[in-house]
């Protein structure tokens, strides 16, 4: 059996089972494609029970000053000056209202404002995820009734 070339093993390697690279990087395009819409697809999906989880934490933590604020406004006959009075121990159990004022999800205070001494009306505000009052994303307790 004679003995194989150089251009015989060239021939060889033009006949071989892989790939090229042109079908390497048309299959690396394809699947990088697939991945993102994959991806497109499953992360709103994924991230959305986060997202609504947020949102729950600052409803639950503006009823919760509420609460604490309308409990204060019922043994004090006022509303309190401040959030942090409600931090304060209160007699005869030297238990405060709230062992601290909480932040929101996102590290922001809570805003606290007397609209009226007279009828007892209040307002607590979260600033939201952008930090800033009186944007869309703010939470108001009581919430706000359409008219």
Known sequence: MPR???RDRRDA???SKGFTHRETLVM?????AL???LLGVLLPSLLGPLLHESSDTVQFQLRSLGGAIEEFTLENHRLPASLEELTRPRPPT???YLKAIPR???NHVY???IVNEAT????ITGAGEDGRFGSDDDRVYPEQRAR
């Open 35 to 37: 991945v993102g819409l």
């Open 111 to 113: 805003a606290y404002a």
């Open 104 to 106: 929101d999800p996102w």
């Open 120 to 123: 007892r009306e209040f307002r």
């Open 13 to 15: 390697r033009r006949h």
């Open 94 to 96: 030297n238990a405060p």
């Open 28 to 32: 690396a395009v394809i699947g990088v």
């Open 4 to 6: 194989p070339t150089p």
